[in-house]
C-alpha cells in the first residue's frame, strides 16, 4: 500500500520537476522564472522525503531541510536582486 | 668545546649594533666587538690541539627524523681561516669606527658586517656539505647588502648586483656539485667525503662534478672569466673591501679548492682547469692593475692576480705547492687588508682615489705613508717581508712541475714575468701616491688620520714584517696544521726561512724585481700602447647581458602567457585530453564486472534535468542572471544526486556551497554587464565545441570504466578505523577532522588567507554602480522590505540551532564543522539582505578577520595539545562520559579542531560576502536621496 502511494507520488514530484524546467525556459518574465526554480526546491523537498521514507532512514531529512532553508534564501536573494540591483546595502 | 658557539655567538651579535647604536659611536663599536671576540677565544682555546694534529668535531641532531644533523669541524685549515676571519674581522670593526661618517648608519653596517662574519665562520667550520652551501649562500646575500651599503649611489647599486649574479649562479653551480658529490659518496658528511677521494675520482660523474664545484669557487674567488665583478664591487666603503674583498669573501673560493683538495684534486682534469686559471688570471690581474688610476681598482685588480697565484699553486697537484698556497692565503690577507686600510685612510683623509691627483703623500702623512710602504714592498716581493717567502715557495713550485710536458717551461717564464708586473704596479703605488711631486687640487688638504684608525693597519704591517723575518717562528705550526689538514696525509718537509742559498727562484725573483723596475719606468709607453684598446667596460657588457636575458624571457612569457584565459583553458583541455585519452587506446573494454545499478523514472527525470539545464547555461551564458538560474538547478540536481547515492554529507556541503557561490556571483553581477556581446568567431566556438565534447566522451568513459570496475578502493581502512581510532561514526568528518586533520588544517589556513586577500583587494575600490536595471527601469525604492526583513529575523535563530545540531553531530552522523559554519554564514548574510549592512553594524560587533584567525589559532592549538602528551601533532582523544538528564555522550578533542573549523568558514565567508556588499553602501546615488 505504502510502495504505491510513494510510486505514484514520486512519479508526480517528477512530472511537477519536468514542468517546472519547462516553466523556467518558457519564462517570460524573470519572475516566473525564480518561482520555477523556487518551486523546483519544493518538489526537491518531496522527493527527498519521499526517498527517505521509501528507504526507511531518517538520514535524508537534514538534507530537505537545508533545501528548504537555504532555497528560500537563495530566492530572496535573486528577488531582492531583480528589485534593487544590489543584494547588501 | 662547545663549536655551535663559535658561529652562533657572531649570529647573535648581528643584532647587538642595533640595539647600541643609540648609545653612541664608541660604545656600539665596542659592542660589536664582543661576541665576536669571545667567538675567537673559544677558538684559540684549542690551538694546542690542532697543531698537534687533531681535528675536533661536533654534531648536533637537528631534525634527526630527516637525517639532518647540524655539524662542525675545527682543523688546521679552518683554525687558519678562523684567525683570519675573526682576527682581520676585529680590526676592520675598530677601522669602521673611525672610517663611517655621521651619514652612514652605523648600526645597519656593523650588523651587515657580521651577519657577514658569521657567515664566513660557518663555512669554514661546517662539516656537512649542505650546510656549508647554505652559509656560502649567506655570504653572497650579505656581501651583497654591503657592497651595496651606500645605495644612494648607482655604482653600488650596480656593483652590488653583479657580485651578487655572478657569484650566486656559482652559488647554484656549486650545489648542484656538490649534491653530485653527495651521491657519488652516498653521504653529505665533509669528513666521509674527503676520505672518498679514490671513489670519486674514479667515478664517471667526476669531471661533471668538478666543473661545478670549480665554477663555485671561480665566482667566488673572482677567477677569471669571472673576475670582472671584483672591481665593480669596489663601490662598497672600503672597511668592506678591506674585509671581504682582500681577506675574506674572495678567500672562500680558495678555501672551497683547499676544503676539497683530498676529494677532487690529483687528476690531469683538474690541474689543466685550476692552474690554468690561475695562471691566466694572475696574469691578466697583474698587468690590468698596472693601468688603474682608481687606487683600490688597482688594488682589485692585484688582488685578482693573487689570488690567481694561489689558485694556480692549488692546481699543481704538488703538496709542496699546496704549502705554498696555504702560506701565501695568510700573507696576502695580511699586506692586502692593510693596503685597502691605507688606501681608505687616503681617500678619507684627502677625499680622492685618483693616482692622477694624488702625490707626495709622504709629506702630509708620514706615519700612514710608512706603513702603506711597507705593505705595498711585501706585495712586491720583497726581501724581509712576508710576500717574499710565498712568493719564492710559488717560484720554486712553478719549476718543479712537468704537466705541460715540453711547454711546462713556460709556466715558470710566465710566473715571473707575473710577478714582473706585480712589482710594477707596487712601485707604482708607492711612487705615485707617496712621491712623485704635489697633490693636484685635491678636494680636502691631506692629514694624518686618527690615531686609532691607524691601528688596524699597524697590526697588520706588523705582521708583514714578523712573519717576514720569523717565519718559521710565527707561522710555522699553524701552516702545517693548516696543510695537514688540506693534504690530508703528512705534510712534505718544508723550510720557512729568508735564506735558501743562490738558487733559481731567487734569480727568479731578481728578474721580477729588475723587470718590475724597468716596466714601471718605461709605463709612459705601456700606457700609450694600452690607450689604443678601447677597454670594455665590465658594467655595460654585464647590464647588457641582463637585459636582453631580460628581453629573452619576456619574449616567452609572452608567447605562453598571452593574458587569454581562453586560451589557456583551451590549451590545459587540449593536453588533459592528449595525455589522457592515449592510455584510453590500450582498453579494449571499458565495462568492467560490476553489476549496474537498476534505472528509475526518478533517476531518468534526474538527469534529464541536469543535462537540460546544463546546456541552458552553456547556451544563455551571454544573458548572465538567466545563466545563473539555470546552474542553480544544476547544483540543486548534484545535491540530489550525492542524496541518492548514499553521500548525505556530500549532498549537505553542495547544498550550502550553492547557495554562497550564488549570492556571490549575485553580488559581482550587480557590477557587470548584464548580458555580453558575442565575442568568438565560428571557427573558434566550433574548434572549443569540439574540444570540449572530446573531453566530455574521454571523462565519461573514464568514470564508466572506474564505477564498473571493481576495486579495492582505500575506504576500507577509514571504515574499519573510524571508530576505533577517530572515536566516530561519520567515517567522512573523521577523515576531516582526524586522519586527514593536517590537510584540513593546511587548507583553513589557505581559505582564511584567501579572505584576506579578497578583503585587501576589494577595499576601499571604487565600481561603477548602476543606476537602472538592464531593461532601464529604475531601481525600487524599498530597500528593505518589511515583509522580507521580519521572515529573516525569525529565520535565524532557526537557522543558528540548525547549525549547532549539524556540529554537535557532525562526528557521527551527517554534518560537521564546515557545513554548520557554511549555514550560520548563509543566516547571517540573509539578514545583510533583508536588512542592511547600518542595520546589522550594532547588533553583530564581531570583526571577522579576528574570527578567522582565531579558528585557525583554536584548530592549531588543538594540534599542538597532543604535543602536551607526547603523541604526534593532531592526535585525536576521545572518551565517553555521563551526565544525569543528558544521558551518555562522547567528548573529542576533534570538536575543538572542527570548531576552529567552523570559526574559520563563518568568518571567511562574511568576511568576503558583506564586504563585498558594503562597497555600495556609502556609493549608492540613490541611498542618499533615501536618507
Known sequence: ?89 | MNLLWVVLLPLIGTLVPLLTERFGRNVCAFSVALLPAWSLILVLMHVGEIFDGEAIRQTIEWIPSMGLDLSFRLDGLSLLFLLLILGIGLLIILYARYYLSDKDSMGQFYAYLILFMSAMVGIVISNNMIQLWMFWELTSISSFLLISFWSHKPDARKGARMALTVTGTGGLALLAGLLLLGNIVGSYDLDTVLASGDLIRAHAAYPIALVLVLLGAFTKSAQFPFHFWLPHAMAAPTPVSAYLHSATMVKAGIFLLCRFYPALAGTDLWFMIVSLTGLITLLLGAYIALFKHDLKGLLAYSTISHLGLITLLLGLNSDLAAVAAVFHIINHATFKASLFMAAGIIDHETGSRDMRKLNGLMKYMPHTATLAIVAALSMAGVPLLNGFLSKEMFFAETLDQSMLGSLSWMIPLLATVGAAFSVAYSLRFIHDVFFNGEPIDLPKTPHEPPRYMKVPVEILVALCLAVGIFPAYLVGDLLHAAAFSVLANDVPMHSLSIWHGFNIPLFMSFLAMVGGITIYYNRRHLFEFQAQFNEPDAKYIFEGAVQSLIKFTQRIMATLENGSLQRYVFLMLLFTLVMSAYPLFELTQNAGSRPQLPIDGVAITAALLLIISAIATVIWHRRRFLSLIYLSVVGLIVSLAFAKFSAPDLALTQLSVEIVTIILLLLALYFLPQSTQKESSNRRLSIDLTVSALIGCVIGTICFAMLTTPLNSISDFFIANSKTGGGGTNVVNVILVDFRGFDTLGEITVLGIAALGIFKLIAKMRIYVPTRDDKGRPWTKDRHPLMLAMVSQSLLPLALLVSVYIFLRGHNLPGGGFIAGLITSVAIIQQYVANGVLWIKPRIKVDYQWLIASGILMATATGLGSWIFDKPFLSTWFDHFHLPWVGEFELASAMIFDLGVYLTVVGAVLLILANLGKLTTSERVDNKENV
Request: aromatic share 8%.
Open chain 1, 1 to 89: 500500500m505504502l510502495n504505491t502511494a510513494i510510486t505514484i507520488a514520486t512519479t508526480l514530484v517528477c512530472i511537477s520537476l519536468i514542468l517546472n524546467l519547462w516553466r523556467l525556459f518558457k519564462g517570460p518574465s524573470r519572475p516566473d522564472r525564480i518561482l520555477a526554480l523556487d518551486t523546483m526546491y519544493i518538489n526537491s523537498i518531496a522527493l527527498i522525503i519521499l526517498f527517505g521514507i521509501a528507504s526507511g532512514t531518517a538520514l535524508y531529512f537534514e538534507a530537505a531541510l537545508l533545501i528548504a532553508m537555504l532555497g528560500f534564501v537563495s530566492t530572496a536573494a535573486m528577488c531582492k536582486y531583480i528589485l534593487r540591483g544590489d543584494l547588501i546595502e
